[in-house]
């Protein structure tokens, strides 16, 4: 591989092994404006490197185009070759040979990258046939196997299954699976962790560091998320504005970063503080939004109309006041989402109760519903999929005010709009772009602009920083912060990252199964969690320290999470160092156990070890 300035780490030795995949100088540009300039990197057997930046960095596309990937407008110069063959300027017919069969490729988006209305049998096998001939039969029995070996449970059911049955973590298994079906020597994974709760996420990386020792293949791993690279990675490289500005081993990288960018990217992944609370926010005044014994249940298709559904929310009883934020924690499929629907009436609830701004909704008709829905207001988890995208930023953002204040003219809509545009950082002269011309953080910006043009009482934010990178992360972070302080405004927030929570919320709801884990201050629940669920969220939080994570990764068991297990006692047994006799047989009480911090557990009071916590 050639000197990269700042590099840190020494030229390899000539007799080292040849590189699996090797670039030079590779360079793309679209209508004569370089995206990617002049990268040189090279993976080797047996390694991952990891390849870190910001969303626009040119990351992914750096690989596409080596692979012949790249849109068609693009133009690709510069050298990449795969063991001996030449990729740039190969021919489909020799690309084709090599992509699927000797080089795999994990896709960010598990969902989008499978085709939904074919069977995971379907397109597990296709791949395999194509490329090594076998039958049908011996090409069934190699995706049981690829499954197996992914760590999927029940793999023949999957086999029969279409990718919308699937959890997120069991589609990207499934991806993993095909990108190994025909023995590759290179597997590229883009982001194949960034929309995955930290359970799934840590058991992922550790099933891909598990994968690297046992074949020796090489990964190249892309993220903007260095927590995710330290476990893994053995040399890392940063780009910036497509080029690549640091390369060196993960140890060189994390600790002795020579550039100020990197620097910067690996301060962002630093524990925040936890955030106070508004100014004269009284917490004594009616809730904004409060649910009492919600329930919630989904009725499997084809179902027998009074036959009972699925639970996917039991007994959830949580109040927001004015001015406070609180945050709904858990792994996906624990009813997070469920939670904010049921309460906001975007699906309908099986008992409990519901009230906003102090007024019991539960039974209101729809047209009731509408004056209050005004002051509830939602910013959706994909940014450029809740936008329109055949309306212009001006339209959407202005949307609210053609609804409720049909007074104002057109040239009052639009000096409102160009203010909010301002206020939530962005140009008004991007009112005249739609979504697909814009980036990610972008997008996310113009969908808070929307949700704050009415000035609501309550900020519902499903996920919305997990498809953004660090430093978006914090930029939108901080602004909903701070747009929370200045107005008074209640901030309801679904994630699945922590440190997200740490930042911007003062309360936490865990949920698991459905249920209420624990419910407490930030603080006190982030570091001194008295259920030992909220621990195991905990501990599987990426570390970015290679020294660190390694071990970490070790330790986490492959296999999928426990299944849901028959009613009865407390749901999270099956999982649970503590778990007793009684645990089977009682549901856990909801008990008060510090001042504002309550807990659903028999064995609260100890810890794993069987001591008693301080």
Known sequence: MSSIPGSAEAPRPAAEVAALLALNALSVRFAGVPVVDEVTLAVHPGECLGVVGESGAGKSLTFLAALGLAPAAAVVSGAARFGATDLIGGSERTLDALRGRRIGWVFQDPMGALTPHLRIGTQLTEPIRR?????????????LALLEQVRLGEPARCLRQYPYELSGGMRQRVLLAIALSCDPQLVILDEPTTALDVTLQAQILALLAHIK??????????????AALAGLADRVAVMRNGRVIET??????FHTPREPYTRELLAATREPAIPAAVPGASRAAAPVLAVEDLTVHYRRPGA??????????????VAIAG?????VVGESGCGKSTLTRAALRLIGAAHGRIAWLGRDVGTLPERRLRPLRRALQLIFQDPLASLDPHLTVERLVGEPLEVHHRALDAAARAERVAAMLERVGLDPALAVRRPHELSGGQCQRVGIARAMMLAPRLLVCDEPLSALDVRAQRQIGALLDALRREQGMSVLLVSHDLSAVRRLCERVLVLYQGRMAELGPSEALLTRPLHPYTRALLEAVPVADPDVQPGRLGAVPLAEGGAPIKPGGCAFRSRCPRASVRCAEEHPPWTEARAGHWVACHHWQRGADGMLWA
């Open 213 to 226: 020792r046992e074949r020796r293949i090489g990964l190249v791993l892309v993220t903007h998320d260095f």
């Open 323 to 327: 001015g406070a934020s609180l945050a």
């Open 131 to 143: 490329h090594t001939g076998l039958s049908a039969r011996a090409a069934r029995a190699r995706a």
């Open 248 to 253: 060196g081993s993960a140890a060189h990288v």
């Open 304 to 317: 027998w109309r009074r036959r009972p559904g699925l639970v996917a929310l039991e007994a959830v009883t």
